[in-house]
């Protein structure tokens, strides 16, 4: 295996979380014009999924 037991075990949960981001028309067409913008957006974004849980 090319990468640690750990982080292989994980990488399900954060890909589905990465999906359900997507989701967001603005996380997936990157409309933001800054990194920090776009930050802002994808927190907002990944705080309401995981109140949404």
């Given at each position: 295996m090319a990468c640690p037991?750990?982080?292989y075990n994980n990488r399900n949960p954060v890909e589905r979380l990465r999906?359900?981001?997507?989701e967001w028309?603005?996380?997936?067409?990157?409309?933001?014009k800054t990194a920090c913008s776009f930050m802002g957006v994808l927190c907002m974004a990944a705080a309401l999924d995981?109140?949404?849980c």
């Open positions: 037991d750990h982080i999906a359900r981001l997507k028309r603005a996380v997936a067409t990157r409309h933001e995981w109140i949404r």
